[in-house]
């Protein structure tokens, strides 16, 4: 069996430069989405069809699907989705069973899939359907004593069919024969002027008289994305999904409402998350960690027992028991050892941290590699950059750093080093020194103001 994804539209009820299907919803593409769902269900070979934005999407496709036989066909015009499935047909091999889907509807869960598959049996052609609280801009299944007459789009609805409230939820599977002959009878006499894939399964009807439904209980699952409000909704609906399931995994949240995971993110047992925390891209979190208000963490990897707060935190890999906040910056390339402080007001770029090292306050840290149980004064700077290049330093272990100090790279300071506050340190310093690099205290005695 084979899946066709139609992803074609110009998505113009989006209003926006970005392709509708790859816009994200908790990180993860719509499309990208539809595509998972179609995989969990078993299915190996898609094809999907593309309009506007066709490079860009093949693109961001192919980048996350080495697994699968994808082949992408260009549907140049946009006339429907009818004639978005005849830009495939040319793969479909004699009697194969055809999946089709909407590139618009990231919610679907595999198992509705699945189920489809099963149902099937010998119909000629079997959809999903749905009853929705509010059936408005999707199609509607028109019966008559229960049995299936047509579908019948919003836009085509005379007022009394517009309060059907079972819907097409744009899930079929064809006999690709049957398909193929019924896209060929298509019109494109509606409201639309388009080839509307919706009346293949009328034809089909006629033709072989085997239409199966499967009506699904979670309407919710099916909503299509077509503008930003509902691109909105299918985002809090998928987080609270992923909540519900790190909850159900061990995760503490003080108040699920507002706690934004991404799709692939990560969580141990016993980890509490607070409110307006955000954790993206593919950071992992381990056990029992405590991830504070106001922090966001991008594509880290965070061990036990660390606690987070209302810091941000950028590709980088923070150890065991490390105590990190409020207020600190730590960005992409660093690595922080076990039992590490980061204090209130520090910034940590492209730097090794080792264990029990303390930078405690007001600091900024620059491609530095730094050894063990170092003690950095409030308001010490690493100035990387010459205002050309960037270099790095070299810190030993035990080393004092005493308070409102400059290490101005390249330069490196040996183990158990002391520096005396207020110095400005551009020479390296051997094992074991005492380093002062600050003018003498003058004291000029009987100073008083001339009158
Ligand atoms: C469609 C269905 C509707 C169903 C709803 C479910 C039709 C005519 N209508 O309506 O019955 O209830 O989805 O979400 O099928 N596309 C192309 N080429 C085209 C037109 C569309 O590839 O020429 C793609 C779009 O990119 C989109 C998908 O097909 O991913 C659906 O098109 P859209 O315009 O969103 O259809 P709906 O009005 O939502
Ligand atoms: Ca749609």
């Given at each position: 069996m084979k899946a066709v994804i139609l992803?074609?539209?110009?998505?113009?009820?989006?209003?926006?430069?970005?392709?509708?299907?790859l816009h994200k919803i908790c990180g993860k593409e719509i499309i990208n989405y539809v595509i998972d769902a179609c995989k969990n269900a078993g299915i190996r070979e898609i094809i999907i069809v593309l309009g506007h934005e066709f490079d860009l999407i093949k693109k961001n496709i192919c980048e996350k699907n080495f697994d699968l036989d994808i082949k992408f066909v260009l549907?140049?015009?946009?006339?429907?989705t009818g004639h978005a499935v005849m830009m495939a047909k040319d793969f479909f091999d004699d009697n194969e069973n055809i999946l089709v889907l909407y590139g618009d509807t990231p919610l679907i869960n595999y198992l509705s899939i699945k189920k489809l598959i099963d149902m099937?049996?010998?119909?000629?052609v079997s959809l999903i359907s749905s009853v929705a609280e509010n059936p408005k801009g999707y199609g509607r299944i028109l019966r008559r004593e229960n049995n299936f007459l047509r579908i019948i789009e919003d836009r085509d609805c005379d007022k009394n069919q517009s309060?059907?409230?079972?819907?097409?939820?744009g899930i079929y599977l064809f006999n690709g024969n049957l398909l193929k002959t019924a896209l060929q009878m298509l019109?494109?006499?509606?409201a639309q002027g388009e080839y509307y894939l919706t009346d293949t399964i009328e034809i089909i009807k006629t033709l072989s008289d085997k239409v199966g439904i499967f009506c699904a209980d979670n309407y919710k699952e099916f909503l299509g994305v077509n503008n930003k409000i509902e691109l909105e909704r299918a985002n809090s609906l998928m987080r609270e999904k992923i909540n519900k399931k790190h909850m159900e995994n061990g995760v503490t949240m003080i108040?699920?409402?507002e706690v934004y995971i991404d799709y692939d993110v990560k969580i141990g047992r016993d980890s509490v998350v607070y409110p307006n925390v955000f954790l993206e891209g593919k950071t992992e979190i381990g056990e029992n960690c405590v991830i504070r208000e106001n922090s966001r963490i991008v594509d880290a990897k965070i061990f036990d027992e660390v606690e987070i707060n209302s810091s941000v935190i950028l590709n980088s890999r923070i150890e065991n028991d490390v105590k990190i906040g409020p207020f600190a910056y730590i960005r992409p390339g660093s690595e922080i050892g076990k039992k590490v402080k980061i204090g209130d007001f520090v910034e940590i770029k492209n730097s090794s941290i080792d264990e029990e090292t303390k930078v405690a306050h007001l600091t900024y840290i620059g491609d530095a590699k730094v050894g063990k149980n170092v003690n950095f004064g409030c308001g010490t700077t690493i100035a990387n950059y010459d205002g050309e290049k960037k270099f790095r330093t070299e810190i030993g272990d035990n080393v004092f750093i005493g308070c409102n100090s400059n290490l101005v790279a390249p330069v490196k300071i040996g183990d158990d080093v002391y520096i005396a506050a207020g110095s400005t340190i551009t020479e390296d310093i051997e094992a074991k020194n005492f380093a002062i690099a600050r003018a003498r205290q003058v004291n000029k005695s009987n100073w008083q103001k001339k009158s």
């Open positions: 992803a074609a539209g110009e998505s113009k009820r989006m209003n926006s430069k970005l392709p509708k299907v549907q140049k015009e946009r006339l429907g099937n049996s010998d119909n000629a309060l059907i409230k079972e819907i097409n939820t019109s494109n006499n509606n108040n699920a409402r």
